[in-house]
């Protein structure tokens, strides 16, 4: 469906830029890292936005840190917790595996943030138009965390943007009030890699050098001057 992620953030502001008015200071691009950092490349240039980051974290599984319970997020200091109720009672989750694994995955958040922002205070959200965007969805928990917790700080409005997501999680998410928007929404839906030629892993560097760029070409992401 996609060559790589550079393509696909191609497309996808092309389409961003008929459905979402706000432009230049009025927008924030929030990218997911990592690999939503090179598709929300091209959307913040279409959209002339400050390119920024917010990092989500799936809450792991005990003994399978791969199968998710839930996810995390970060707003303004507070913890937004998105827990899966099915797998919690399914796999017989305790209370206190998940308060550890939520301190856990903040204390992940907060490196990485650290990491990618290189001591740079994150843009304002109150009162534009922030779109958050990452490479795909399959349950959206992730995703879904990111958007509660941008929805906390006085946006405007706040849409997720992928390339590609299952039509159940566009109905689950205007279900919960939540607005995502998606290029392509095949079924059945498997793996959000199966439908991009190219999926390898984006490194860390490749962040920094995609927020560099950014910051290069628009100014220092702190805000309106």
């Known amino acids: 469906m996609f060559q790589d992620r550079q393509e696909a953030g191609r497309l996808l502001g092309e389409f961003l830029r008929r459905v979402v008015p706000a432009r230049g200071e009025d927008a924030v691009v929030l990218a997911i890292p990592r690999g939503g950092a090179i598709v929300a490349q091209p959307v913040a240039e279409v959209l002339q936005a400050p390119l920024d980051v917010i990092v989500p974290r799936k809450l792991g599984a005990p003994d399978n840190p791969e199968l998710a319970i839930g996810a995390l997020a970060v707003s303004e200091g507070v913890d937004i917790t998105v827990l899966d109720e099915d797998s919690l009672a399914w796999l017989r989750v305790p209370p206190g595996y998940v308060a550890a694994e939520v301190e856990r995955q903040r204390r992940e958040i907060l490196r990485r ?22 490479d795909g969805v399959a349950t959206g928990l992730t995703a879904r965390a990111a958007l509660i917790a941008v929805s906390r700080q006085g946006p405007k409005e706040a849409v997720l943007a992928v390339p590609v997501a299952p039509p159940e999680t566009l109905r689950e998410f205007a279900r919960l009030g939540l607005k995502l928007l998606a290029l392509e929404t095949p079924s ?14 984006v490194e860390d560097d490749e962040v920094l050098a995609v927020l560099s760029a950014a910051r290069g070409s628009s100014g220092p992401p702190s805000g309106r001057p």
């Open 188 to 201: 059945p839906f498997g793996a959000v890699g199966r439908f991009y030629g190219d999926f390898r892993p």
């Open 113 to 134: 943030e650290e990491v990618y922002r290189q001591g740079r205070p994150p843009v304002p959200l109150g009162g534009r138009t922030v779109v958050v965007v990452d």
